[in-house]
């Protein structure tokens, strides 16, 4: 499975790594005895075949019958039983070598798409929430300080990565931040640290050019053949003259970034009042379940009705949630693809599992669901949990299909109700673009909003996203109730209501 797309199984990664270290430190040490048990040896006989070696005349010496014995015996046993068996088996490398296998296969470890997906992370993080490239460096996010700085090599492999994924902007920043720290702490061996210092300098030049910079391209691979004429700068010159400079820049931009980014923010669109006064109240009628603890309602948006319900949930509840989603595997997000196909994208980066209404746990959140939406459970999906990864996010989408709806749905997702299953320590907030509305995540908290209007058309108003996390780790439970199952609960009269979508189809 894949790391990087949740915080939880990136834990199993540190526990790889502990094995790592506990297993190579037991085999350098079984090593290091093996090693002086054959200097040991070698000394012995070498000490044999000096001694003989000073005899005045070798032949005369080994003429000696005892003499000739001892020189076949010491080739033919000792060099074989003492050094060349077990150099050749070497026990504890093999050993070593069948862990490595048995720990990568049975934890997993991560390859190059993580490092990958982990920096495409970072990045999105700094895109969204305006992150400086040299704040993130020194472990400041958000105005806050975290005693976790980065050194010059991993912001060289950060910028290295991004110029890959062809993010030649970012990728600049991060080579300059990896050039500045290495000159402001420089290698010891002189030799050394110039050539750290043409790497960058190179991989500098290359982004500068894609930048659409040819002339500062240039003179940073020229800055590198000054003292090194025969440096690979040399070929990466010639190479360029060939190419036309920022004809590889594309900006990736949607319709709806700019809202996207300035909610994930925490700021609103506009100050424009909706006219309703948005209070919350305690609701202890919805319900008989609700007349001795009222449920605590926060209407946070009316029109379409997007309500907040607090305190749904407690600790214990969620441990058994999480109990239960550990003994399943939890796997990539994927998004519904055209002709309904699963596809994984960097759209959505999150981990998940399905859970089903028979356990104690899921018991009372099907009541809970029921009780407060006046819905069927019936007809609705197992509960989705899911777990966000490094800059894990979900862009802009509506929970509805519209089209394609899958073959065993009795009609659309008409409700959705998201349980927060942590508090996030930075970002991860729950945004809805076209509606100027952005919710910080509250553990135990629930909320809930119809995706279709009363006639069942889909309501657009909806799209919604999950923030990319800054820090922390962000788990919600996704429980989306069909139309189909619903004749007896939605006594409200169904006249269209859909004219409303109308004015948001093509808005951001
Ligand atoms: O993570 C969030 O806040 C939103 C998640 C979501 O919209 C979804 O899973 O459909
Ligand atoms: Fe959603």
Known sequence: GEFYSSVDRMQDLAQVEQELLNATRLYLEQQQQQLELYIRYVEQIKEEHEWAMEQAHLDEYLGHPLH?????????????????????????????????????????????????????????????????????????????????????????????????????RRSLEWLQEAFTLLRRNPEEDEEQHARYMSDIREYAALANFEVGNPKKAENLLNRILEPLPNHTAQQTLKYLENREPGKNLKEKTHSWSANYTRLCQ????????????????????????????????????????????????????????????????????????????????????SQQTWLNYTSPVMGSISR?????????????????????????QYEPHPDYFEVNLPKDFLGDRISTSMFYLSDVEQGGYTVFTKLNLFLPPVKGALVMWHNLHRSLDVDVRTLHAGCPVIVGSKR?????????????????????????????????
Not at 71 to 97: G, H, M, S, T, Y
């Open 368 to 392: 809970i669901i029921q009780f407060v939406s006046g819905l069927d459970i019936a007809g609705a999906e197992w509960m989705q949990v899911a777990n966000y990864g490094v800059g894990g």
């Open 68 to 168: 000739a014995f001892r020189l076949i015996k010491r080739l033919v046993q000792d060099w074989d039983a003492v050094v060349f068996e077990p150099i050749v088996a070497n026990e504890p490398k093999e050993e070593f070598r069948q862990f490595l296998e048995a720990v990568t296969t049975d934890l997993g470890y991560p390859n190059h798409l993580e490092l990958q997906g982990a920096v495409k992370g970072l990045a999105r993080l700094q895109n969204v929430y305006n992150l400086s490239t040299s704040h993130l460096a020194e472990g400041e996010i958000g105005g806050y300080i975290y005693d976790s700085v980065l050194e010059w090599r991993e912001c060289y492999e950060i910028g290295v990565q991004l110029f890959d994924l062809g993010d030649y």
């Open 476 to 508: 919600i439970g996704n429980i989306w109730m069909h139309s189909g199952y619903q004749e007896f609960r939605r006594p409200c009269n169904l006249t269209s209501d859909s004219y409303k979508s109308l004015a948001y189809r093509d808005s951001v």
């Open 266 to 349: 925490g700021r609103r669109l506009s100050e424009e009042s909706t006219g309703h006064p948005l209070k919350c109240f305690l609701d202890g009628k919805r319900h008989a379940y609700y007349t001795l603890a009222p449920l605590q309602v926060e209407p946070v948006h009316l029109d379409p009705d997007i309500n907040v319900y607090h305190g749904m949930l407690n600790s214990e509840q969620i441990l058994s949630i999480f109990e239960e989603a550990d003994k399943l595997e939890m796997i990539r997000s994927a998004v519904a693809g055209t002709e309904g196909a699963r596809t994984v994208k960097d759209l959505r980066v």
